[in-house]
C-alpha cells in the first residue's frame, strides 16, 4: 500500500494549544466537507500522524512541548509525511517567521487573526498543489522502477541499446554496453568508441591498444556482426542492428540500436581479429 492509498483524502490535522481556535477552525472546515482531528502540541502532532495518517496539517507556531517549527521540520524526516502539505498558522507576519516556515518545509503559510472565508479555499489549493508534487513523485518512482528492470533485463540477455545523432555526433548507450564491449575500457570506449553509421556495409576490425573493434561503415545498414579482442585477450563476438530516422529530404539525422555479446572464446594476445 503506497502513501496515497494510506491517505483520507479529507481527513486534516488541526495542531493548536488554544482550545478556542480549535473549535473555529474545526467549524469552519467541517462545513466544508472536511474531517478533523486535533493535537495540542508537537509531540503530540507526530503520534496522531502515525496513527491516522492526515491528508494536510494546520499547525500553530506557538505550542507547548514541542513548537510548530520544530514539529513541522520532525514530519519531514518522516518518510510518510515528506509530501503531506503543511499549513503554519501564527499570530507573527514578519517575515523572517515567514522565511523559517517554509525553511522547515512547510507548505503554506496563514497569519492570525485569520480571514475565516478564505481558509477552506487556502487549504483546497493547498491539497491541490500536493495531489500533483504526489503524483509526480510516483510516476517518477514508476521510472526509477521501469529503468532498473530493463537494466537487469539487458545484463541478463547481454544485450545493450544506443542511439547516435548524426547531426551532432553525440551517441548514449546503456550501462550494459560497456559490460559487452570490455567493462575495463569504459573510459576509453567512452570517448572513441562508435557504432553505426549511416552506411552499409564494409566493416573493419582494430587491434587498438584499448582492445575494442572500431567498425566502418559506408551504405545503407541494419545487421552487423563481428569480432573484437578485449584487453584480456578473450575474444567477443558481437552483433550490432539500427534504425534510422531520416528528415524530408531523406537524410538519416539519427540512429537508434543495439548490440549484443553472444559468446567469447580465447584469442592470442597481439593478433588481430578478422570478422
Known amino acids: 500500500m503506497d502513501d496515497n492509498e494510506k491517505k483520507n483524502p479529507d481527513l486534516l490535522l488541526i495542531v493548536d494549544d ?55 521540520a520532525a514530519l519531514r524526516k518522516h518518510f510518510d509525511a515528506q509530501h503531506t502539505p503543511i499549513m503554519m498558522v501564527t499570530g507573527y507576519d514578519d517575515i523572517d517567521s515567514i522565511n523559517r516556515a517554509y525553511e522547515v518545509g512547510a507548505t503554506d503559510f496563514i497569519a492570525k487573526p485569520i480571514n475565516w472565508p478564505i481558509l477552506n479555499y487556502r487549504v483546497r489549493y493547498m491539497l491541490r498543489g500536493s495531489r500533483t508534487v504526489v503524483e509526480l513523485a510516483h510516476t517518477v518512482h514508476k521510472l526509477h522502477q521501469s529503468q532498473a528492470s530493463l537494466t537487469k533485463a539487458q545484463r541478463i540477455a547481454r544485450l545493450g541499446n544506443w542511439d547516435f545523432n ?78 534510422a530516422t531520416v528528415d524530408e529530404s531523406g537524410r538519416v539525422i539519427s540512429l537508434s540500436g543495439t548490440i549484443a555479446g553472444h559468446y567469447r572464446t580465447s584469442a592470442n594476445r597481439g593478433k588481430g581479429s578478422v570478422s
Not at 480549535?22 to 478533523?36: H, K, S
Request: hydrophobic content about 40%.
Open 166 to 243: 548524426v547531426v551532432s555526433g553525440t551517441i548514449s548507450w546503456s550501462e550494459e554496453v560497456y559490460n559487452i564491449l570490455d567493462p575495463t575500457q569504459k573510459a576509453a570506449i567512452s570517448h572513441r568508441w562508435k557504432p553505426f553509421s549511416p552506411g552499409c556495409i564494409r566493416k573493419t576490425v582494430s587491434s587498438s591498444p584499448s582492445g575494442f573493434a572500431k567498425p566502418s561503415l559506408q551504405a545503407r545498414v541494419s545487421n552487423l556482426t563481428h569480432r573484437i579482442v578485449r584487453r584480456d585477450g578473450s575474444l567477443q563476438h558481437i552483433q550490432q542492428q539500427a534504425e
Open 18 to 72: 488554544d482550545m478556542m481556535m480549535r473549535l473555529l477552525m474545526r467549524e469552519t472546515l467541517e462545513q466544508d466537507g472536511f474531517e478533523v482531528v486535533e493535537a495540542v502540541n508537537g509531540a503530540e502532532a507526530l503520534a496522531v500522524f502515525d496513527d491516522v495518517r492526515p491528508a494536510a496539517i494546520l499547525m500553530d507556531v506557538e505550542i507547548p512541548v514541542m513548537d510548530g517549527f520544530t514539529a513541522c
